[in-house]
Protein backbone atom coordinates (compact mmCIF):
# COMPACT_ATOMS: atom_id res chain seq x y z
CA UNK A 1 0.00 0.00 0.00
CA UNK A 2 2.61 2.22 0.74
CA UNK A 3 4.43 1.75 -2.98
CA UNK A 4 0.80 2.46 -4.39
CA UNK A 5 0.08 5.83 -2.42
CA UNK A 6 3.36 6.72 -3.55
CA UNK A 7 2.70 5.86 -7.23
CA UNK A 8 -0.28 7.69 -7.21
CA UNK A 9 0.79 10.89 -5.92
CA UNK A 10 4.04 10.97 -8.22
CA UNK A 11 1.71 10.02 -11.15
CA UNK A 12 -0.66 12.77 -9.81
CA UNK A 13 2.09 15.64 -9.76
CA UNK A 14 3.47 14.55 -13.41
CA UNK A 15 0.12 15.10 -14.53
CA UNK A 16 0.27 18.27 -13.12
CA UNK A 17 3.83 19.50 -14.11
CA UNK A 18 2.31 18.17 -17.50
CA UNK A 19 -0.58 19.89 -17.77
CA UNK A 20 1.32 23.28 -16.38
CA UNK A 21 -0.89 23.45 -12.83
CA UNK A 22 1.82 26.19 -11.01
CA UNK A 23 -0.82 27.90 -9.63
CA UNK A 24 -1.53 25.80 -6.55
CA UNK A 25 1.27 23.80 -4.99
CA UNK A 26 -0.46 22.95 -1.29
CA UNK A 27 -3.60 20.71 -2.20
CA UNK A 28 -2.04 17.63 -3.29
CA UNK A 29 0.63 17.54 -0.37
CA UNK A 30 -1.85 17.93 2.25
CA UNK A 31 -3.66 15.33 0.46
CA UNK A 32 -1.14 13.02 0.52
CA UNK A 33 -0.13 13.51 4.05
CA UNK A 34 -3.60 12.89 5.25
CA UNK A 35 -3.64 10.03 3.27
CA UNK A 36 -0.75 8.36 4.68
CA UNK A 37 -1.51 8.82 8.36
CA UNK A 38 -5.01 7.69 7.17
CA UNK A 39 -3.52 4.27 6.13
CA UNK A 40 -1.54 4.13 8.55
CA UNK A 41 -3.56 4.16 11.37
CA UNK A 42 -5.88 1.59 9.12
CA UNK A 43 -3.12 -0.68 9.16
CA UNK A 44 -2.22 -0.09 13.17
CA UNK A 45 -6.28 -1.11 13.84
CA UNK A 46 -7.67 -3.88 10.85
CA UNK A 47 -4.15 -4.81 9.55
CA UNK A 48 -3.33 -5.32 5.91
CA UNK A 49 -6.47 -6.71 4.97
CA UNK A 50 -8.07 -3.14 5.62
CA UNK A 51 -5.16 -1.40 4.13
CA UNK A 52 -5.65 -3.14 0.78
CA UNK A 53 -9.38 -2.99 1.34
CA UNK A 54 -9.08 1.06 1.37
CA UNK A 55 -6.86 0.68 -1.47
CA UNK A 56 -8.87 -0.92 -3.37
CA UNK A 57 -12.04 0.03 -3.10
CA UNK A 58 -11.30 3.89 -2.12
CA UNK A 59 -7.54 5.00 -2.95
CA UNK A 60 -6.96 3.47 -6.73
CA UNK A 61 -10.94 4.32 -8.11
CA UNK A 62 -10.59 7.79 -6.84
CA UNK A 63 -7.10 8.64 -7.74
CA UNK A 64 -8.70 7.52 -11.27
CA UNK A 65 -11.40 9.71 -11.30
CA UNK A 66 -9.29 12.51 -10.13
CA UNK A 67 -6.77 12.21 -12.21
CA UNK A 68 -9.17 12.06 -15.00
CA UNK A 69 -10.47 15.88 -14.51
CA UNK A 70 -7.22 16.76 -14.22
CA UNK A 71 -6.50 15.42 -17.68
CA UNK A 72 -9.09 16.67 -19.15
CA UNK A 73 -10.56 20.10 -17.41
CA UNK A 74 -12.96 20.25 -20.20
CA UNK A 75 -15.21 17.88 -18.39
CA UNK A 76 -16.25 20.02 -15.87
CA UNK A 77 -17.56 22.67 -18.54
CA UNK A 78 -19.30 19.57 -20.21
CA UNK A 79 -20.82 19.02 -16.77
CA UNK A 80 -22.35 22.76 -16.36
CA UNK A 81 -23.69 22.73 -19.52
CA UNK A 82 -24.96 19.66 -20.30
CA UNK A 83 -25.02 17.32 -17.58
CA UNK A 84 -25.58 19.23 -14.83
CA UNK A 85 -29.42 17.77 -13.80
CA UNK A 86 -27.78 14.19 -14.76
CA UNK A 87 -25.45 14.40 -12.07
CA UNK A 88 -27.38 16.20 -9.81
CA UNK A 89 -30.93 14.33 -10.36
CA UNK A 90 -29.30 11.08 -10.75
CA UNK A 91 -27.36 11.02 -6.94
CA UNK A 92 -31.35 12.27 -5.82
CA UNK A 93 -32.52 9.14 -7.57
CA UNK A 94 -29.95 6.79 -5.95
CA UNK A 95 -30.33 8.20 -2.44
CA UNK A 96 -34.42 7.76 -2.71
CA UNK A 97 -33.66 4.25 -4.17
CA UNK A 98 -31.81 4.28 -0.58
CA UNK A 99 -33.92 5.11 1.42
CA UNK A 100 -36.94 2.88 0.78
CA UNK A 101 -34.84 -0.68 -0.96
CA UNK A 102 -31.42 0.18 1.05
CA UNK A 103 -29.32 -2.39 3.17
CA UNK A 104 -30.46 -2.47 6.62
CA UNK A 105 -27.42 -2.42 9.15
CA UNK A 106 -27.35 -3.69 12.53
CA UNK A 107 -28.55 -0.72 13.69
CA UNK A 108 -31.87 -0.25 12.17
CA UNK A 109 -30.65 2.56 9.27
CA UNK A 110 -30.22 2.41 5.45
CA UNK A 111 -27.16 3.69 4.74
CA UNK A 112 -26.18 1.80 1.49
CA UNK A 113 -27.54 0.45 -1.54
CA UNK A 114 -27.05 -2.88 -2.80
CA UNK A 115 -25.66 -2.57 -6.49
CA UNK A 116 -24.57 -6.19 -7.65
CA UNK A 117 -21.57 -7.34 -4.98
CA UNK A 118 -21.17 -3.86 -4.02
CA UNK A 119 -22.79 -2.03 -1.06
CA UNK A 120 -22.39 1.92 -2.26
CA UNK A 121 -23.36 4.51 0.44
CA UNK A 122 -25.36 7.10 -1.65
CA UNK A 123 -25.43 9.51 1.33
CA UNK A 124 -21.69 10.45 0.15
CA UNK A 125 -22.93 10.56 -3.70
CA UNK A 126 -25.75 12.76 -2.98
CA UNK A 127 -23.37 15.71 -1.25
CA UNK A 128 -21.18 16.49 -4.91
CA UNK A 129 -24.71 16.06 -6.10
CA UNK A 130 -26.14 18.86 -4.47
CA UNK A 131 -23.18 21.02 -4.75
CA UNK A 132 -23.24 20.17 -8.38
CA UNK A 133 -27.06 21.15 -8.58
CA UNK A 134 -26.54 24.34 -6.50
CA UNK A 135 -23.88 25.76 -8.14
CA UNK A 136 -25.78 25.19 -11.87
CA UNK A 137 -28.65 26.56 -10.47
CA UNK A 138 -27.53 29.31 -8.58
CA UNK A 139 -25.06 30.75 -12.12
CA UNK A 140 -28.38 29.97 -14.15
CA UNK A 141 -30.51 32.24 -12.15
CA UNK A 142 -29.01 34.90 -9.76
CA UNK A 143 -28.47 37.36 -12.20
CA UNK A 144 -32.73 37.53 -13.10
CA UNK A 145 -33.53 36.52 -9.31
CA UNK A 146 -31.85 39.73 -8.02
CA UNK A 147 -32.70 41.95 -11.04
CA UNK A 148 -36.54 40.87 -10.52
CA UNK A 149 -36.42 40.57 -6.84
CA UNK A 150 -39.51 42.79 -4.66
CA UNK A 151 -37.19 45.01 -2.54
CA UNK A 152 -39.22 45.50 0.89
CA UNK A 153 -35.85 47.35 2.44
CA UNK A 154 -33.90 45.23 4.53
CA UNK A 155 -34.84 42.24 2.69
CA UNK A 156 -35.38 40.90 -1.40
CA UNK A 157 -37.77 38.39 -2.13
CA UNK A 158 -37.58 36.68 -5.18
CA UNK A 159 -39.91 35.30 -7.14
CA UNK A 160 -40.96 31.79 -6.16
CA UNK A 161 -40.07 30.65 -9.18
CA UNK A 162 -35.92 31.40 -8.38
CA UNK A 163 -36.23 29.61 -4.79
CA UNK A 164 -38.42 26.71 -5.17
CA UNK A 165 -36.23 24.47 -7.43
CA UNK A 166 -32.91 24.74 -4.95
CA UNK A 167 -35.63 24.20 -1.40
CA UNK A 168 -37.49 21.13 -3.10
CA UNK A 169 -33.63 19.73 -3.91
CA UNK A 170 -32.44 20.21 -0.45
CA UNK A 171 -35.68 19.05 1.46
CA UNK A 172 -36.52 15.71 -0.83
CA UNK A 173 -32.83 14.85 0.01
CA UNK A 174 -33.01 15.01 3.40
CA UNK A 175 -36.45 13.91 3.93
CA UNK A 176 -34.73 10.61 2.15
CA UNK A 177 -32.16 11.18 5.00
CA UNK A 178 -34.62 10.91 7.63
CA UNK A 179 -35.63 7.86 6.61
CA UNK A 180 -32.40 6.17 6.53
CA UNK A 181 -31.69 7.68 10.04
CA UNK A 182 -28.25 9.23 8.53
CA UNK A 183 -28.11 12.65 10.91
CA UNK A 184 -24.51 13.07 9.65
CA UNK A 185 -25.58 14.15 6.00
CA UNK A 186 -28.29 15.99 6.80
CA UNK A 187 -25.99 18.04 9.02
CA UNK A 188 -23.80 18.81 5.51
CA UNK A 189 -26.56 19.40 3.05
CA UNK A 190 -27.68 21.71 4.93
CA UNK A 191 -24.12 23.65 5.75
CA UNK A 192 -24.08 23.28 2.16
CA UNK A 193 -27.38 24.93 0.94
CA UNK A 194 -27.04 28.31 3.25
CA UNK A 195 -23.44 28.25 2.58
CA UNK A 196 -23.80 28.16 -1.11
CA UNK A 197 -26.37 30.31 -1.40
CA UNK A 198 -24.55 33.18 0.65
CA UNK A 199 -21.52 32.64 -1.50
CA UNK A 200 -24.23 33.20 -4.70
CA UNK A 201 -26.81 35.72 -3.75
CA UNK A 202 -26.82 39.31 -2.43
CA UNK A 203 -27.79 38.61 1.45
CA UNK A 204 -30.71 40.63 1.47
CA UNK A 205 -31.72 37.90 -1.08
CA UNK A 206 -30.52 35.17 0.47
CA UNK A 207 -32.33 35.26 4.10
CA UNK A 208 -36.28 34.97 2.46
CA UNK A 209 -34.66 31.62 0.57
CA UNK A 210 -32.98 30.44 3.66
CA UNK A 211 -35.96 30.89 5.85
CA UNK A 212 -38.48 29.42 3.79
CA UNK A 213 -35.81 26.51 3.36
CA UNK A 214 -35.70 26.68 6.98
CA UNK A 215 -39.33 26.58 7.82
CA UNK A 216 -40.22 23.82 4.95
CA UNK A 217 -37.81 21.52 6.58
CA UNK A 218 -38.65 21.99 10.18
CA UNK A 219 -42.47 21.92 8.97
CA UNK A 220 -41.64 18.42 7.48
CA UNK A 221 -39.48 17.76 10.54
CA UNK A 222 -42.63 18.06 12.55
CA UNK A 223 -44.70 16.06 9.49
CA UNK A 224 -42.54 13.34 10.26
CA UNK A 225 -42.47 13.54 14.17
CA UNK A 226 -46.00 12.97 14.12
CA UNK A 227 -46.32 10.34 11.52
CA UNK A 228 -42.88 8.47 11.59
CA UNK A 229 -41.11 6.69 14.69
CA UNK A 230 -37.89 7.89 15.49
CA UNK A 231 -35.24 5.21 15.09
CA UNK A 232 -33.29 3.29 18.22
CA UNK A 233 -30.37 4.31 16.53
CA UNK A 234 -31.04 7.96 16.51
CA UNK A 235 -32.57 7.59 19.98
CA UNK A 236 -29.74 5.84 21.33
CA UNK A 237 -26.92 8.51 20.13
CA UNK A 238 -29.10 11.33 21.72
CA UNK A 239 -29.26 8.85 25.07
CA UNK A 240 -25.43 8.86 24.94
CA UNK A 241 -24.79 12.45 24.06
CA UNK A 242 -26.65 13.82 27.11
CA UNK A 243 -24.95 10.99 29.80
CA UNK A 244 -22.61 8.28 28.22
CA UNK A 245 -21.70 7.34 31.73
CA UNK A 246 -25.41 7.05 32.42
CA UNK A 247 -26.34 4.12 34.48
CA UNK A 248 -30.09 4.05 32.99
CA UNK A 249 -31.43 0.99 31.30
CA UNK A 250 -31.34 0.86 27.32
CA UNK A 251 -34.37 0.59 25.78
CA UNK A 252 -34.80 -0.82 22.28
CA UNK A 253 -38.30 -0.54 20.80
CA UNK A 254 -39.18 0.72 24.46
CA UNK A 255 -38.05 -2.87 25.80
CA UNK A 256 -35.11 -3.15 28.41
CA UNK A 257 -32.23 -4.78 26.81
CA UNK A 258 -30.54 -5.95 30.18
CA UNK A 259 -27.84 -2.87 29.04
CA UNK A 260 -27.07 0.50 30.72
CA UNK A 261 -26.77 3.09 27.99
CA UNK A 262 -22.82 3.38 29.99
CA UNK A 263 -22.52 -0.20 28.16
CA UNK A 264 -24.14 0.01 25.12
CA UNK A 265 -24.03 3.40 23.07
CA UNK A 266 -22.14 5.87 25.93
CA UNK A 267 -19.01 3.32 25.37
CA UNK A 268 -17.90 4.13 22.40
CA UNK A 269 -17.37 7.79 23.64
CA UNK A 270 -16.18 6.56 27.20
CA UNK A 271 -13.55 4.97 25.40
CA UNK A 272 -12.75 7.80 23.12
CA UNK A 273 -12.73 9.95 26.68
CA UNK A 274 -10.07 7.78 28.08
CA UNK A 275 -8.09 7.76 25.05
CA UNK A 276 -7.37 11.30 24.40
CA UNK A 277 -6.44 11.68 28.38
CA UNK A 278 -3.91 8.36 27.55
CA UNK A 279 -2.50 9.69 24.37
CA UNK A 280 -1.85 13.23 26.27
CA UNK A 281 -0.02 15.94 24.55
CA UNK A 282 2.97 13.61 22.69
CA UNK A 283 0.87 10.10 22.56
CA UNK A 284 1.87 6.82 23.76
CA UNK A 285 3.40 6.01 20.34
CA UNK A 286 2.31 4.63 17.46
CA UNK A 287 1.70 0.61 18.28
CA UNK A 288 1.86 0.77 22.12
CA UNK A 289 -1.40 2.64 22.89
CA UNK A 290 -5.17 0.61 22.72
CA UNK A 291 -7.35 2.14 19.87
CA UNK A 292 -8.83 -0.99 19.43
CA UNK A 293 -10.79 -0.75 21.96
CA UNK A 294 -12.69 2.34 20.74
CA UNK A 295 -15.15 0.76 18.82
CA UNK A 296 -15.25 1.71 15.15
CA UNK A 297 -11.76 3.03 15.09
CA UNK A 298 -10.97 2.78 12.24
CA UNK A 299 -14.14 4.92 10.90
CA UNK A 300 -15.69 7.15 13.06
CA UNK A 301 -13.40 7.48 15.86
CA UNK A 302 -10.19 7.25 13.85
CA UNK A 303 -9.33 10.79 14.96
CA UNK A 304 -9.07 9.27 18.71
CA UNK A 305 -6.69 6.86 17.85
CA UNK A 306 -4.44 9.04 16.41
CA UNK A 307 -4.70 11.23 19.48
CA UNK A 308 -4.01 8.27 21.83
CA UNK A 309 -0.91 7.12 19.67
CA UNK A 310 0.34 10.41 18.11
CA UNK A 311 -0.67 12.72 20.93
CA UNK A 312 -2.81 16.14 20.88
CA UNK A 313 -0.58 17.81 19.19
CA UNK A 314 -0.91 15.67 15.58
CA UNK A 315 -4.22 15.73 16.65
CA UNK A 316 -4.29 19.58 16.25
CA UNK A 317 -1.93 19.27 13.75
CA UNK A 318 -4.23 16.98 11.32
CA UNK A 319 -7.10 19.98 11.86
CA UNK A 320 -4.62 22.57 10.84
CA UNK A 321 -4.14 20.66 7.68
CA UNK A 322 -7.77 20.48 7.16
CA UNK A 323 -8.16 24.07 7.62
CA UNK A 324 -5.14 25.12 5.60
CA UNK A 325 -6.71 22.52 2.71
CA UNK A 326 -9.89 24.07 2.53
CA UNK A 327 -8.78 28.05 2.89
CA UNK A 328 -6.58 27.18 -0.54
CA UNK A 329 -9.81 25.59 -1.96
CA UNK A 330 -11.40 28.88 -1.29
CA UNK A 331 -8.59 31.07 -2.36
CA UNK A 332 -8.90 29.42 -5.82
CA UNK A 333 -12.48 30.35 -5.98
CA UNK A 334 -12.19 33.78 -5.13
CA UNK A 335 -9.24 34.16 -7.97
CA UNK A 336 -11.14 32.77 -10.59
CA UNK A 337 -12.65 35.42 -12.77
CA UNK A 338 -16.58 36.13 -11.62
CA UNK A 339 -17.73 35.10 -14.91
CA UNK A 340 -17.11 31.27 -13.99
CA UNK A 341 -20.27 31.75 -11.40
CA UNK A 342 -20.49 27.57 -11.66
CA UNK A 343 -16.96 26.94 -10.97
CA UNK A 344 -16.54 29.51 -8.23
CA UNK A 345 -19.58 27.73 -6.47
CA UNK A 346 -18.03 24.69 -6.47
CA UNK A 347 -15.10 25.52 -5.27
CA UNK A 348 -17.13 26.41 -2.25
CA UNK A 349 -19.34 24.28 -1.90
CA UNK A 350 -16.03 21.44 -1.91
CA UNK A 351 -14.38 23.51 1.15
CA UNK A 352 -17.27 23.85 2.89
CA UNK A 353 -17.92 19.81 2.50
CA UNK A 354 -14.77 18.92 4.00
CA UNK A 355 -15.28 21.71 6.88
CA UNK A 356 -18.34 20.71 8.41
CA UNK A 357 -17.54 16.98 7.90
CA UNK A 358 -14.09 17.40 10.32
CA UNK A 359 -16.08 19.61 12.29
CA UNK A 360 -19.58 17.36 12.89
CA UNK A 361 -16.57 14.43 13.29
CA UNK A 362 -14.83 15.82 15.62
CA UNK A 363 -17.00 17.65 17.41
CA UNK A 364 -18.72 14.20 17.68
CA UNK A 365 -15.73 12.03 18.80
CA UNK A 366 -15.25 14.10 21.69
CA UNK A 367 -18.90 14.70 22.87
CA UNK A 368 -19.63 17.91 21.87
CA UNK A 369 -22.42 17.13 19.36
CA UNK A 370 -24.37 14.18 19.48
CA UNK A 371 -22.57 11.09 16.76
CA UNK A 372 -23.42 10.94 13.82
CA UNK A 373 -21.45 8.10 11.82
CA UNK A 374 -19.55 10.83 9.86
CA UNK A 375 -16.16 10.13 9.01
CA UNK A 376 -12.50 11.71 8.67
CA UNK A 377 -11.80 12.52 4.69
CA UNK A 378 -9.42 11.16 3.26
CA UNK A 379 -8.20 8.99 6.28
CA UNK A 380 -11.53 6.61 7.51
CA UNK A 381 -12.28 3.89 6.57
CA UNK A 382 -14.71 4.20 3.76
CA UNK A 383 -14.78 3.19 0.14
CA UNK A 384 -17.13 5.32 -1.65
CA UNK A 385 -16.57 8.53 1.03
CA UNK A 386 -12.44 8.09 -0.20
CA UNK A 387 -13.59 8.34 -3.83
CA UNK A 388 -15.72 11.18 -3.40
CA UNK A 389 -13.40 13.15 -1.56
CA UNK A 390 -10.61 12.41 -4.12
CA UNK A 391 -12.88 13.36 -6.84
CA UNK A 392 -13.03 16.99 -5.24
CA UNK A 393 -9.62 17.52 -4.69
CA UNK A 394 -8.95 16.31 -8.66
CA UNK A 395 -11.78 19.26 -9.38
CA UNK A 396 -10.30 21.56 -7.59
CA UNK A 397 -7.04 20.95 -9.22
CA UNK A 398 -8.36 20.94 -12.89
CA UNK A 399 -9.81 24.58 -11.88
CA UNK A 400 -6.28 25.37 -11.03
CA UNK A 401 -5.56 24.99 -14.56
CA UNK A 402 -7.19 28.05 -15.27
CA UNK A 403 -5.26 30.10 -13.07
CA UNK A 404 -2.15 31.85 -14.95
CA UNK A 405 0.77 32.04 -12.29
CA UNK A 406 2.00 35.51 -11.06
CA UNK A 407 5.13 36.28 -12.83
CA UNK A 408 8.06 37.74 -9.88
CA UNK A 409 8.73 41.29 -10.72
CA UNK A 410 12.71 41.42 -12.03
Known amino acids: PPAVLALILVGVHALLRQRGTETEQLLLPIT ?13 LRGDDGVWQQVVRGLVPGAVLAGVVIARPALIERVRREWPLVV ?11 AFFGVVDESGARLALRI ?42 PALRYF ?6 VVLAILALVKMADLGAILILGSLFVAMLYAGFQPRILAPIATIGLLLSVAAGLF ?34 GLTIAEGPGYQIQQSVYATVAGGLSGTGLGFGSPRNIPLAHSEFILAAIVEELGIITGLAVLALFVVLCWRILRLGIMLPEAQMFERLLLVGIAIHFFTQVFVMGAGTFNLLPLTGITVPFMSQGGVALMVNLLEVGLALALAQRLQPVEQAP
Open 88 to 98: SLGGLALLMLT
Open 116 to 157: GPLAVQTSEIIKLSLIVFLAWYIESEWEEAEARAIDLGWIKL
Open 164 to 169: VPGVLF
Open 32 to 44: GLLLALGLTMIWR
Open 224 to 257: LALVWEVPDVVQLRVAAFRDPWSQEPLLVNGQPT
